[in-house]
């Protein structure tokens, strides 16, 4: 799981990185990328914290990956070390530009890239399949996959990118080999001037985006960064801004990444275990370790909304009848503390 940050430069995408990550990439140009870790805003979590004053603490995590696009071949840069990034977060200038059109331009110009270098693709392996004497060969994955391709070139030959091509999860699957730029779900933020913060509506009003567009005024958030806890939070209030937009945004980045929560608790550590959306109860075993999932024989549940209803007490919800046992086919939802039962 990872997403990748694109933008123009100066478009203050390795600022945002820094805010979110707290790793200095603008100190680090000598690398080619920059990676770093993103603690998710959750307010179940910190309740959990508060409850169980745990030995350590481990909150859920986004990696975010900085790409320094300079030199000769800047895309290059871009494509050999962001092609396996499972989303991307597009940094749009809003800051500088004097109107909205301009920094549509902005967005499109790199936009247009990635399509391009998906049509570039596609172009090739369908010139590639069209030399080829003996298609009985072809393995079904293979033969699946080219079935898509003329309905892909017309998407990309349009100017829209793969994800509004309208491709099912399971085509979507098929085509994970290619790693194509626009299948990738994508998150556009708009760095905004502090004095112009609702630039970033006029943006997503005008851009008619199908993917979420978000604003953020990064001059801000890194000033805020900087505080102690006391100290932002006094500064968010005489703003009138209820969190930093940056935690806004990491949570945004956790959902399209299809990712959610599971919590573990005790006195020793409180952690969010990260998985993804729909998976059932002996995988999310697996994310604490792999025993945990071959020798599953329950997992003991407590939705988080039971145990703050029942006091933040595991023995009052289980009095009440709320701590359930489930199997094999539980799907775990966002939210639950779950103890798992196992053995190997």
Not at 7 to 22: D, N, Y
Not at 171 to 184: M, R
Request: aromatic fraction near 8%; glycine fraction near 6%.
């Amino acid at each position: 799981m990872e997403m990748g940050i694109l933008g123009l430069p100066q478009s203050g995408k390795s600022t945002l990185f820094e805010i979110m990550t707290g790793v200095k990439s603008s100190q680090s140009h000598n690398e080619a990328v920059v990676r770093g870790q993103a603690s998710v805003p959750d307010e179940r979590f910190d309740k959990l914290v508060k409850i169980y004053k745990p030995v350590k603490v481990s909150p859920a995590k986004v990696p975010f990956s900085d790409v320094h696009a300079v030199g000769e071949h800047p895309w290059e840069a871009i494509r050999q070390n962001l092609s396996g990034a499972d989303g991307i977060l597009h940094v749009v200038d809003g800051f500088s530009l004097p109107d909205v059109s301009l920094s549509l331009d902005a967005y499109r110009k790199l936009e247009d890239e990635l399509v391009l270098s998906d049509l570039l693709i596609i172009e090739k392996k369908m010139e590639r399949l069209a030399k080829m004497s003996n298609k009985k060969a072809i393995p079904p994955q293979e033969t699946a996959q080219n079935e898509l391709l003329p309905r892909l070139k017309d998407c990309l030959e349009a100017g829209k990118p793969l994800r509004e091509a309208g491709l099912t999860p399971a085509e979507v699957f098929i085509l994970k080999s290619f790693s194509f730029w626009t299948i990738k779900p994508e998150l556009v933020v708009v760095n905004v001037a502090e004095d112009n913060l609702s630039f970033a509506d006029e943006f997503a009003k005008a851009a008619h985006l199908a993917c979420p567009v978000m604003g953020i005024c990064c001059k801000i958030e890194a000033e805020m960064a900087g505080l102690d806890a006391a100290d932002q939070k006094e500064f968010l209030s005489s703003m009138g801004i209820a969190e930093p937009a940056f935690g806004r945004i990491i949570r945004a980045a956790f959902a399209l990444l299809g990712r959610m929560s599971f919590f573990t608790v005790g006195e020793d550590e409180v952690k969010a275990w990260v998985i993804p959306l729909n998976t059932k109860a002996p995988k999310a075993a697996g994310a604490i370790h792999n025993d945990f999932e071959r020798g599953f024989i329950k997992a003991e549940v407590m939705s988080f909304d039971d145990f703050m209803a029942h006091g933040g007490s595991q023995a009052n919800v289980k009095s009440a009848g709320r701590l359930r046992l489930e199997g094999k086919e539980y799907v775990v939802a966002d939210g639950d503390i779950i103890t798992f039962r196992f053995n190997v």
